[in-house]
């Protein structure tokens, strides 16, 4: 969790970044796991449970890199702010719908986040989105549909009130918030440290999630309370490692391996709740990574296009 300017001086150590990259997304699928034996708690308690626990670790990695007086220092706290509400917004619509729907069809429908910050760039941003990416999207939101049919043609039956299709319209509209939410990070990261954002993130989701309790938190069993801290902790610590993995690697190296977590995510599923993948998961799935992948291709090569121009041409003035 380190500025921008200060990653400029660490070497490049590409397994190291792909090996924490794994090991965040493993302990995430760990979280989501957890939240998922919790059972049937209200989203927003979760998101207090998952934001407040989830400052241990990072506080307790902030203090070790003795940036824990300045963390919280800012000269756009509403921006901050902004970022907090998009981003626990996303936040509970996710967890809602991960404890309406199997965990591996959970992830494969998180995987139209990306797919989505390419759409909001070039709309929102003035972003550059050439027919290739567009392609590349098309062909990823062709599986979004597939992985989630099955419970839409419920709603088209007639059977709004059905949990798994109410499930997928919460994990969909979680992306779309979540691709905003990004966006909101990006704009951050020209001026703040990641440790700033954040803790300002975790503060804010934390007071959200705890206004939520007027309407109605659920009284926790032992078990629940112990499933829901893990969570929070999970979640904190999978974000340090996750962080870290971009001071070693560029994003481009270490992207790919987010698709991991369909892989362990199907295991947990099968393993510990019983879920079996459809045929609808695996397929569609398939589709969105292969998209995915197309896109974070094609966004090395733009990027490796970049780079040599920056260096044919000098800086003018």
Known sequence: MVAASETATIPRRPLIGIALKVMSVAIFVGMQSCIKAAGQVPAGQIVFFRSFFAMLPIL?????????????????????????????????????????IPLPEWVTLNYAQPLLIVVFSALFMGEVVRVFRWTAVAIGF?????????NLTLISGGDLGNDEALGVIAVLCSAAVSAVAILLVRRLVYT????TIVLWF????????LLTFPFGWAMLTPAQTGF????????GIAQ????????????????PFE????????????????DLPTIYTLVGGSIIVAAGLLIIWREHRLGLERGKARKLVPPQG
């Open 60 to 100: 307790a990695m902030v203090a070790w890199q003795h940036e824990l007086t300045t963390a919280f220092r800012t000269q756009r706290p509403f921006s901050h702010i902004a970022r907090g509400l998009v981003g626990v917004t996303s936040m509970g619509l996710g967890f809602y719908g991960l404890t309406k």
């Open 142 to 150: 062709v599986g979004v549909v597939i992985v989630a049919w099955p």
């Open 192 to 195: 703040e440290k990641s440790s």
């Open 202 to 209: 975790s503060v804010t989701a934390t007071v959200v999630g």
């Open 228 to 235: 829901l801290v893990g969570a929070g902790i999970c979640g």
């Open 240 to 255: 340090i490692f996750m962080t870290e993995s971009y001071r070693h690697a560029d994003m481009s190296t270490v992207a």
């Open 259 to 274: 698709y991991t977590s369909l892989i362990l995510a199907i295991a947990v599923g099968y393993f510990v709740f019983g």
